[in-house]
């Protein structure tokens, strides 16, 4: 089963930057290539809102509107990882981010890594 483990987050200044990263070990018949990948996050007392997602049969990238411009989401298909750049961070960036795998088709399934707390704040 596909298991997903992120790193990275940690206080970060307002006007400054973090860098999220994601591994995904557990392939068996299928491949990294098969799913959409993406980062989600949760705000404390919110709901769970995406990001950014990159999808797996055309490399299409999405941005919430909050985060377009800031943020850059990237995936080495060789290392099995994806990575979430953030810049500009703004105090209501904080939230626990969550890595998310989409896949694969034609029966696909949501797996998650167990979140990285991102806090922006002077």
């Known amino acids: 089963e596909v298991q997903l483990v992120e790193s990275g987050g940690g206080l970060g200044q307002p006007g400054g930057s973090l860098r999220l990263s994601c591994t995904a070990t557990?392939?068996?018949?299928?491949?990294?290539?098969?799913?959409?990948m993406s980062w989600q996050r949760q705000p404390l007392g919110g709901g769970r809102q995406s990001v950014a997602r990159?999808?797996?049969?055309?490399?299409?990238?999405e941005y919430a509107n909050s985060v377009k411009g800031r943020f850059t989401i990237s995936k080495d298909n060789v290392k099995n990882m994806v990575y979430l750049q953030m810049n500009n961070l703004k105090p209501e960036d904080s939230a626990v981010y969550y890595c998310?795998?989409?896949?694969?088709?034609?029966?696909?399934?949501?797996?998650w890594g167990q979140g990285t707390q991102v806090t922006v704040s002077s």
């Open positions: 990159i999808s797996a049969v055309d490399g299409r990238i």
């Open positions: 557990g392939f068996t018949f299928d491949t990294f290539d098969d799913y959409a």
């Open positions: 998310n795998a989409w896949g694969p088709m034609p029966t696909p399934k949501d797996y």
